[in-house]
């Protein structure tokens, strides 16, 4: 068995994951086949949860945390009723109240006239729900993981609650831990962390998972995460 697939094997596994952001939209996934939630609430909390996915992953739970309990763990609901917090203190790191409130407020213009993020192609989150100028050349990797969380449907770590997007489809979300395991393996020779580099990357990816590249980022990132060779 390739290396890359031993420790795609190894890693996606919900035990590697029990103090990590996808735990609030997998939550929202188990009320919701108890039908005490929506899969607006599922995608509410997985894009806002994504979104402050950035540092210590148990900086990260905290502050996802703290959002959540803003929104009552009503997530949906607190989006539609348009009454958010919008200060300028943190949130997490130099995310701000204020940033997230914007997010908000896309997030509630959007679902007045759709029901699913799911028909939104990667590079619209950026403009219609982040709020951000168009960027050709970015990684977007918020976006990418968070499509990974609710695309892929293998039963372990990710949702698979969306149904209308092929996992082969999907491009690996290019952190620091992914794009230095790949250099330091030869997957990649790029050092700009752009989408270039994630598509390449990638595509590589898709010779060795065919028709579901992202159960390499398990491997690339849990991996360059723990530091070892």
Not at 46 to 51: D, K, N, R, T, Y
Not at 192 to 216: H, Q, V, W
């Amino acid at each position: 068995m390739n290396s890359l697939q031993e420790l795609a094997e190894k890693y996606n596994h919900t035990d590697y994951f029990k103090y990590d952001p996808i735990i609030f939209p997998r939550h929202f996934k188990d009320l919701w086949l108890k039908g005490k939630a929506s899969l607006m609430d599922i995608e509410i909390s997985g894009i806002l949860c994504a979104h402050l996915a950035w540092g210590r992953r148990e900086m990260i739970v905290r502050d996802c945390n703290k959002l959540m309990d803003e929104m009552e763990w009503r997530p949906y609901h607190y989006v539609m009723a348009g009454n958010y917090r919008s200060d300028h203190t943190s949130l997490h790191r130099t995310i701000k109240w204020s940033e997230i409130s914007t997010i908000l407020k896309n997030l509630k213009e959007y679902y007045s006239g759709n029901s699913s993020l799911e028909m939104l192609e990667p590079e619209e989150y950026r403009e219609r729900i982040f709020g951000r100028k168009k960027n050709p050349k970015a990684a977007n990797k918020k976006i990418h993981m968070f499509r990974r969380w609710m695309v892929r449907s293998d039963g372990k770590v990710d949702l698979g609650v969306w149904k209308n997007i092929s996992p082969e489809s999907l491009i690996i979300p290019l952190d620091v831990h992914v794009h230095r395991m790949a250099l330091e393996m030869g997957i990649t020779q790029r050092k700009s962390s752009d989408i270039t580099t994630a598509t390449e990357i990638t595509d590589y990816l898709k010779a060795i998972f065919p028709g579901d590249p992202c159960l390499g980022d398990f491997a690339l990132f849990a991996y360059g995460a723990s530091g070892k060779k």
